[in-house]
């Protein structure tokens, strides 16, 4: 499905950046970017976690794609726990495929073959990664996760997704929405008035 304005509504486009005290170890120190979420649920991609046990030639290879050596830079992401043989690239919005979801007017997502190949033949997206599995919640249940402070969110930024220091983005993402405050000092419950 094509398309030209966002469709991910509410916290689509928006980071989500994990609470110091996460217990969930999937997901600690984790920061997902918001795809999609609706009434019916939420799905992000866990930007933060490169796999290091796969690599962008192993899938090429396991799809059959002929790789240029100039591909080997990519990095294969872990994306989340669902769907983990199910591959998605992240990308600026200039490129632009039928299947493409154009989450906020600057960041796509596409899960076709056709954007692999694409990345390969040097006509793909100027800024993406590779996520293998996607982070899902169903219906009202994201929301849930975030007034039990669970979750903070942020504005995104290129930087951010798609910059070369992952082992530092869950801090410069801290550091985006709390400047002067201790990740270490967050309290793990939320306060009621």
Not at 156 to 185: C, N, Q, Y
Request: hydrophobic residues 40%; proline residues 5%; negative net charge.
């Amino acid at each position: 499905m094509s398309s030209e304005e966002p469709k991910g509504g509410f916290l689509a486009g928006q980071l989500l950046i994990a609470m110091p005290q996460m217990n969930d170890p999937r997901f600690s120190r984790a920061v997902i970017y918001v795809c999609a979420h609706g009434p019916e649920g939420a799905m992000g991609l866990v930007v933060n976690r490169v796999l290091d046990s796969f690599n962008f030639g192993d899938l090429l290879e396991q799809l059959g794609i002929v790789a240029d050596p100039l591909a080997s830079h990519i990095r294969v992401h872990f994306g989340g726990p669902v769907e983990t043989g199910r591959g998605f690239v992240l990308h600026s919005a200039e490129y632009r495929h039928e299947s493409t979801l154009v989450v906020d007017g600057q960041i796509g997502l596409t899960a076709t073959i056709d954007v692999l190949k694409d990345i390969v033949g040097g006509h793909g997206p100027k800024k993406n990664i590779l996520a293998l599995g996607y982070a899902g919640w169903g219906a009202g249940q994201l929301e849930h996760e975030i007034s039990e402070n669970v979750w903070l969110t942020a504005p995104a930024s290129e930087d951010l997704l798609f910059g070369d220091e992952t082992g530092t983005a869950w801090e410069r993402a801290m550091k985006k929405i709390h400047t002067h405050v201790d990740p270490a000092l967050l309290a793990g419950t939320a306060g009621h008035a």
